[in-house]
Structures are given as structure tokens and as C-alpha cells.
């Protein structure tokens, strides 16, 4: 089975750190995604990537910025983060370039901003 | 643009009710239709999808039909179990994954 792991289950930072989210997926996925999961606005997508140093915005990019420098590995950076973006973060990936292919998710990331 | 909505929850049951998760989409062009369920603790995974009109997913007793002219994707299962408690999200591909806001089952023995 496909597995996306992100590094942390939870994570306390500070207003103002920077903060790296790490996600890696084991089954050589073209498309990598990171979504934001808040209660009553369901997922919304901040970056994608669908391919080693490409990256596209998504419909919730500011204060974000992300990094692919290898294929597996798919990084959401806060570069200086703030309250608002206490939330749920979801890593996804995809096999292709198709929106209809089916998307393979990790476990979350709920980042707690102090 | 492309959107889906989908009804409120939380939605409790007793384990062998019926259940109906209602979803309707707006959308340009012929989009593929998705449910998504996501367990406590867990990432979202499918649980079926749709690609085209009177197309039916199923997967583990669950049942979705493409309704072009109602633009719906209703999820309906028969007998839910304790199991089923999570969230569902429809969803549906446009331009990219386009999500609902979630609805909540709760399954009581």
C-alpha cells in the first residue's frame, strides 16, 4: 500500500518561528499536495507540485512556501508563522498528472501557533 | 467556480439505521464525483468514486450515484455499524480536488 508520512502528529510553535512541515510518500507519486483542514471550511488546498522543483499555488498560498528537491519528499514551510495558521495539515499524493486519479493522504500535522 | 456542498452534520445513528449523506456540486464541464472518509486519527482515503453520469461507486456496503440533472452524488449505506463513525467528504475534480466542508457520523451500539 502507499504510504504518506508527514514527520510530526503534533506541533507547538511560536508566533513569528518558522516552521517546516516534512512529508514523504514511498510509491514514486508524479503530484504531491499539501491541503489545510479547518472545522466548517473542509480542506483547502495551499501548494502543489507535480514534479521535483515545480510548484504551483493552490487557492490558500499566502504566508506559505514549499520545497520538492526530490521526488519522495514534498515540504510546507511557514516562514513566519502566526495564529491564523493554527490548523490541520494534510500531505497528499497522486500517481499522475490526471485530476481524476485517485489521492493518497497522510495522517496530519495539527500545528498549534502560540 | 467548481464547488461541492454537502450537509451539515454531526449526524448520529444507531448501528443498523439507514444513512443518507447528502451532496449536490456546481460545476463547468464533466467532472469525476468522490467520497472521501476520514477516521479518527487518520489522513482522508477514497471510498468511492464516479466518473461520469448514472455512473454508481460502491465500496464496503456504501452507494453513490452521478446525477447530472439533480448535479448530486448522495452517499447511502443501508445498516451502518459502530465502525462507520467518521467524517465524509465529497468531493469532485475540476481544475483540482474540490472538497465539502466534512459531515460528521456518529454510529451508537
Known amino acids: 500500500d502507499v504510504k504518506v508520512t508527514q514527520s510530526s502528529r503534533y506541533l507547538v510553535k511560536r508566533t513569528g518561528e518558522k516552521v517546516f512541515l516534512e512529508c514523504v510518500q514511498d510509491?514514486?507519486?508524479?503530484?504531491m499536495f499539501w491541503y489545510r483542514q479547518d472545522p466548517g471550511l473542509g480542506l483547502r488546498l495551499i501548494y502543489f507540485s507535480y514534479d521535483v522543483k515545480m510548484k504551483e499555488k493552490g487557492d490558500i498560498p499566502e504566508g506559505y512556501s514549499v520545497s520538492r528537491e526530490k521526488k519522495e519528499r514534498f515540504s510546507l514551510i511557514l516562514e513566519s508563522a502566526s495564529t491564523n495558521q493554527t490548523s490541520m495539515y494534510l500531505c497528499a499524493s497522486s500517481f499522475n498528472k490526471g485530476w481524476d486519479e485517485k489521492l493518497f493522504f497522510g495522517s496530519g500535522t495539527q500545528l498549534s501557533v502560540l | 467556480g467548481d464547488s461541492v456542498t454537502q450537509m451539515e452534520g454531526p449526524v448520529t445513528l444507531s448501528e443498523e439505521a439507514f444513512l443518507t449523506i447528502n451532496c449536490t456540486y456546481t460545476a463547468t464541464g464533466y467532472p469525476s464525483l468522490f467520497w472521501y472518509v476520514q477516521y479518527p486519527g487518520e489522513g482522508l482515503q477514497l471510498l468511492l468514486k464516479?466518473?461520469?453520469?448514472?455512473d454508481k461507486g460502491s465500496n464496503k456496503g456504501f452507494e453513490a450515484t452521478y446525477r447530472k440533472e439533480t448535479t448530486s452524488f448522495h452517499l447511502e449505506k443501508g445498516s451502518v455499524q459502530v465502525s462507520d463513525s467518521a467524517v465524509y467528504f465529497c468531493a469532485l475534480t475540476g481544475n483540482q480536488f474540490y472538497f465539502g466542508t466534512g459531515t460528521s457520523l456518529t454510529v451508537i451500539p
Open positions: 464516479a466518473t461520469k453520469a448514472d
Open positions: 510509491m514514486d507519486h508524479e503530484n
